[in-house]
Structure formats: C-alpha cells, structure tokens
C-alpha cells in the first residue's frame, strides 16, 4: 500500500512552519494518469499519486479527489490561474493532500499508469530518477493565490458579462421555442421533474430530498455524472441527458432513456460511446449545455414543476465549468423560470408525510398491546367468551 510521510530531523521539526514541512514532504504511491479529472477520480485508489492536467480545479473536482484518499496531486497545468478565484487549490490544501504544480512538464508522455513514483517536496521521481521539478501548493501560497483572484474579479465578471451578451442573439431559439426535440418514451406531462447535474453539493442535497422522491415520484433527469449520483442514493434515473462522458457503464446501462446532447450542426460526441456498448439512444440537437437541454426536455413535454439539484447559479460555478458566458442558461431560465425551483428550495419549503413504515409500526404496536392487555386482565374473559361464541353462531359453527 502507498504511504505518505514527512521527512525531517528533530528536535527541529517541531519549529518549522506548515510551509517549510509541505516542502520537506515525501510521497511515495502509484501514478495514476487522467487528462479530464472527473474520470480519473473514478478509478483512483487511497495512497495514489493523481496525475491531472487541470486549469484553475474546481469545487467539486476537489472535493471528489479528497474523498478519493490520494496522498497527493500532481498538476501539469496551473492549479490557479489567477483569471477567477476557484476554490479548488484550497480544498485541495485543507484536505491534507500535497499539491504539486508542474506546469509545462509532460509528465503524460513520460509516466505510464500506475508506475511507482516518489514526491519528495516538488521533486518527482520514478526510481530515484528526477523526471519533474515543480511548486508545491501549499496552504499559504493558495490563500494568497485566492485572495489575489478576489481583487481582480471583477475583470472575470466584465468579460463573462459581454461573452453572455455577445451569444444571446445566437441562441435566441432557446426562448422562442424553435427546438426540435424527439418523441420520448419517459412520461413527463403533469408529473414533477428532478434534474440532477453533478455539480457543488449535488450529492447532500439529493440526500435531503429523498422523502420528497418516496412521495412525489417524480421523474429523474440525469445530467451525464448525475445519473450515477442517483444510483447511489438508492434510485434508479428515467432519463439520461448529455454527451455521455461522465456517466459510468452501469449508469448507461440501468434501464433509463438515453438522449445525446448534439450541437446544433448535428455533431453528437456521445454517439460514439453509446454505439460501442450497443446502447439505444435519441437525440437532441440544441445550442446549450446538458444542464439546460435537460431543463428544456421537462418544460417542453409538460413537467408540472422542475426541481434542480447541483445546478449552476452563481459567477465562480460557471467560470468553474470554463463557461465564458451563460447566454443559453440565461435563456433557458427565462423560459421554464415559473416552474423551476433548486432543491434548497424544496427541502426548506416541503413537509414530508410520515409514509407508511411508521403507520405499519404504530398499528402492530396497538395491536400486540391489546392482546397482552386481553391476555392478563380476567374480567374481559367471560366478555371474549361470549364475543367467540357470537362469531361461532353468525359462522353457523354451531
């Protein structure tokens, strides 16, 4: 198993700063190889060393490489770029996990996956030979890093304001209802939808809205990774929205409708991975992201209401997802803005019934305590007596 350890010679180790200690630190695990983080976190053991070519790491990638329980991350690319104050270094640093910039080393074509590696400081190593010298990200210098990107994001906003315009006459379509959608065979009219994208605590809130799934019933949309997030809470998604890139094989495979997201000039990314594992699919040309074609499926085929977990809604969530505007997600909540509501909202505003496991427990509960009642008090005996001998009359046993 891969350890992670610091090196140091008291007494003087106790005197040195978290600074000095995260560039003293050893790492020896398995390089594990991913261009898109979202993938590579799926196959990623504890102790691992995670290889990532990752601009500006996101909320949610970070949180999913913390929870994988690497020992360490080593980027080929700048964690932080500085255009916008991503939260990902920090999670990263606060996790425990030692961070390693590489920027401009191709470390892709040098190591294969799962090669023994050794991280000792920002030294990279494969049998003592030096194949990498990076910075280490430590929790100083990403604090700094985030507070830098603070003061200057108001030129991040600036330029994603004038992206967003400069698009919404592109995508006009989108609030004029010129889609073409096909026919599908998941129900949707007048029922609630569930749109699940994997997105900044997607997997907490559908957690929360589990009494509003046992008795709402709603349909549940999955955008792409989302499909797997609902899987996991124990239900089974209808309908499968997305270029199919980050769903698992099981995920495609659990039974539920499978839409591609295509482009507006037809090309379809995701066919190409559906047709290798024989899966049938319809698809759905739009110029959008996944999230809104899934929100526009459900408005235009008659969802009585949309609730969106994960969902994207602030400034620093889509610069997250390198988007430079949000004309279509503009657009897209202008049109099914009446019935769209995040799953915050729900969880705050619906009132559970109890459900019937506590009305079952109740009713044996009374039951078992009138037998005991009955079984221990004489003077209902001759009451019990004749109540028998009644029953027995009306039976015509006697």
């Known amino acids: 198993m891969a350890a992670s350890r610091t090196t140091s010679s008291p007494p003087k180790a106790a005197q040195r700063s978290s600074k000095e200690l995260s560039h003293t630190r050893e790492v020896v695990g398995k390089a594990r190889l991913g261009r898109r983080t979202k993938r590579l976190v799926k196959r990623l053991d504890p102790g691992d060393v995670a290889v990532i070519d990752h601009e500006d790491i996101d909320r949610v990638s970070a949180e999913d490489l913390v929870a994988s329980g690497v020992a360490c ?19 990263l640093a606060e996790g425990g996990l030692h961070l390693v910039d590489m920027s401009g080393v191709d470390l892709f074509g040098i190591l294969r996956d799962g090669d023994a590696v050794t991280v000792r400081g920002g030294v990279l190593l494969r049998e003592e030979e030096v194949i990498g010298d990076g910075e280490v990200q430590d929790l100083e210098s990403v604090t700094h890093a985030l507070d830098a990107a603070r003061r200057t994001i108001g030129d991040a906003l600036e330029a994603f304001a ?35 994208v994997r997105g900044v605590d997607h997997q907490r809130d559908l957690r929360m809205l589990r009494p509003y799934v046992r008795d709402m019933s709603p ?6 990774g989302g499909a797997d997030a609902i899987l996991e809470e124990g239900f089974k998604p209808d309908m499968i929205v997305g270029d199919m890139d980050s769903a698992t094989n099981t995920a ?3 039974g539920a409708e499978l839409v591609v997201h295509a482009y507006p000039d037809g090309r379809a990314p995701g066919r190409a991975r559906l047709d290798s594992l024989g ?32 969902s994207h809604f602030n400034l620093v969530e889509f610069l997250d ?32 019934s109890a459900g019937r496991r506590p009305i079952i427990v109740v009713t044996l509960a009374a039951l078992a305590t009138f037998i005991v009642v ?6 209902l005996e001759p009451f019990l007596e004749l109540l028998w001998l009644k029953l027995q009359v009306l039976l015509g046993l006697k």
């Open 219 to 224: 349909v549940l949309v999955a955008v792409d």
């Open 252 to 254: 495609l495979s659990s």
């Open 279 to 310: 899966l049938p699919y319809k698809v759905a040309p739009a110029p959008a992201t996944s999230e809104d074609v899934a929100m526009l499926i459900a408005a235009e085929k008659g969802a009585e209401l949309i609730v969106t977990v994960g």
């Open 374 to 379: 009955v079984a221990t008090s004489p003077s």
């Open 162 to 196: 004038e992206n967003t315009m400069a698009h919404i006459l592109e995508e006009r379509e989108l609030l004029a209802g010129h889609l073409e959608l096909p026919d599908f065979d998941t129900e949707i009219r007048d029922r609630p939808a569930l749109v699940v």
């Open 321 to 352: 997802k390198n988007r430079r505007g949000m004309s279509s997600t503009f657009l897209t909540r202008l049109r099914v803005g009446e019935i769209l509501v995040d799953a915050k909202g729900v969880s705050r505003l619906y009132r559970p």
């Open 73 to 91: 991350v080593v980027n080929v690319a700048p964690s932080s770029s500085g255009r916008y104050p991503n939260q990902g270094p920090m999670i």
